[in-house]
């Protein structure tokens, strides 16, 4: 379901890319550090986003250095550390072994399987540095799962899940700041799950897997689930821009603006390429 908040990498420039990959990597050695190297393939591009909004938010201390790594391991890359990425290392731990420990429930998938089994120790520990986070990630996977296994025909209610998730961790610290951060996320996962939904609805057809948009019966119709997407977007604009952020804004607003589109557009451009060779 992630992947889609990504930045429009050929509209930055050479400092942004730099900046954007460094806290990438920086969020990588975190993962890496905790737990074996093979958990750092789970690291996910949209916990980028968390961490740029919430560094610019608190300013917290910042570690530059540069480094080889398994992934790379012909040229160094800066790295940039602080607090936040480490906080941001937690929360993809703790999404990525729920979803795999989901994944492993419903369907028995082997490869959902060895991940929960890598990350289950990692994942001990970040349920303990932060109870809150994990027990609404448990929670909003567990109806998130009900729902999808009822087929349930109202889109919004496994979007909520998903909005609910996103809210409890982007408020990291539950202060003044946090109805904001919450806002934008909420519409922010709102939309994943929306954008997630409108890319495989062909797949989903094809192979009878559960699509909100499926369930709610009658023909396709992208123009007026791309309405959805604006409007949840643009909800998440609204509650970012209230906040007073101004290290890497650019980037920032390159993501929410140009780059969560961009990526729309190619992946549902991809799906509609696997849909023609595949009408079945």
């Known amino acids: 379901m992630f992947g889609f908040v990504t930045a429009s990498m050929e509209e930055l420039t050479k400092e942004q890319r730099l900046r954007y990959q460094s806290f990438y990597c920086g969020i990588c050695k975190s993962i890496g550090r905790e737990t074996t190297q093979l958990s750092r393939f789970s690291l996910s591009y949209d916990m980028i986003l968390l961490a740029l909004i919430l560094s610019s938010l608190y300013e917290p201390e910042e570690n530059s250095s540069r480094g080889r790594c398994v992934a790379h391991p012909l040229h160094r890359r800066e790295k940039t550390e602080s ?8 929360m993809n731990v703790a ?50 799962s009900a729902l999808e296994r009822e087929k349930c025909p109202n889109p919004d209610l496994p979007a909520n899940c998903f909005g609910r998730l996103m809210a409890e961790i982007f408020d ?21 799950y929306f954008v997630d939904a409108v890319v495989d609805y062909e797949k989903d057809r094809r192979k009878e897997h559960y699509n909100p948009f499926l369930a709610m019966g009658g023909e396709a119709d992208y123009p007026r689930w791309e309405e959805y997407l604006v409007m949840e977007m ?12 101004v290290q890497d804004k650019a980037l920032m607003d390159n993501i929410l603006y140009s780059g969560v589109w961009l990526t729309y557009r190619q992946k549902r451009k991809k799906t509609q390429e696997e849909a023609q060779e595949d009408p079945t």
Not at 234 to 245: F, I, S, V, W
């Open 95 to 144: 999404l990525a072994y729920y979803s795999a420990d989901d994944h492993w429930r419903d369907s028995h998938r082997l490869d959902a399987f060895a991940l929960r089994k890598i990350l289950s120790g990692q994942y001990e520990k970040v349920a303990q540095r932060y109870p809150r986070q994990c027990a609404a990630i448990e929670e909003s996977i567990r109806q998130l």
């Open 234 to 245: 643009g909800r998440c604009t609204h509650a970012y821009e209230m906040l007073p952020l």
């Open 172 to 192: 990291w610290k539950e202060d003044a700041w946090g109805p904001y951060l919450r806002e934008m996320a909420w519409a922010l996962g709102r939309f994943i």
């Open 83 to 90: 607090a936040v990425t480490e906080y941001a290392a937690d």
